[in-house]
């Protein structure tokens, strides 16, 4: 599909100031409804909203009149959530980094390979396996939601501010 440049690069821009205010929505007005979409700790798990929201958000944005337009942005959605995680999983907890202006600078590269991602593919989207990206970000949704109510145990999903990110190493 084409994008107007202009319109795409306001897009992403857009995309990543929501994204970083999605990070203390919580903060200010916490609640059952303001953590389904704003990070409730600074766990990796928390910090796939801060992706998954804004990204989904540019989607719909960028494809209204377009029947069809938002799957390869929803195919690229758990793509990118996936990336984050594996990227953040390397840096804070294989790594043990802390440096903020890190995880902001994965954040900004992950939401532009997402938005060239989804650029690179061109319609018509029909059939079956186009429903699968569908069904992907709806899992996803729900499972951030699950998790917010009710997070696992596992390093995943544990504050690393409070706890620390270094894997313990093995005697």
Request: with cysteine; proline share 8%; aromatic share 16%.
């Amino acid at each position: 599909m084409f994008y107007p440049k202009r319109q795409l690069i306001l897009t992403w821009i857009a995309a990543l100031l929501a994204g970083c205010v999605l990070h203390f929505v919580y903060g200010w007005w916490p609640n059952a409804v303001t953590a389904l979409f704003s990070p409730v700790n600074e766990s990796l798990w928390e910090h796939v909203k801060l992706v998954f929201w804004p990204f989904l958000g540019a989607a719909l944005a960028l494809n209204r009149d377009r029947p069809g337009g938002t799957r390869p942005w929803l195919l690229a959605l758990p793509l990118l959530c996936a990336l984050v995680l594996g990227l953040g999983w390397v840096y804070h907890v294989t790594l043990g980094g802390e440096a903020m202006w890190v995880d902001i600078a994965i954040f900004v590269l992950v939401m532009a390979l997402g938005f060239w991602f989804a650029t690179r593919f061109s319609g018509p989207f029909k059939g079956f396996q186009w429903i699968l990206p569908i069904l992907a970000a709806a899992a996803l949704a729900l499972l951030i939601g699950w998790f917010t109510l009710y997070p696992p145990e596992g390093l995943l999903f544990r504050d690393l501010a409070a706890v620390g990110s270094w894997l313990p190493l093995p005697c």
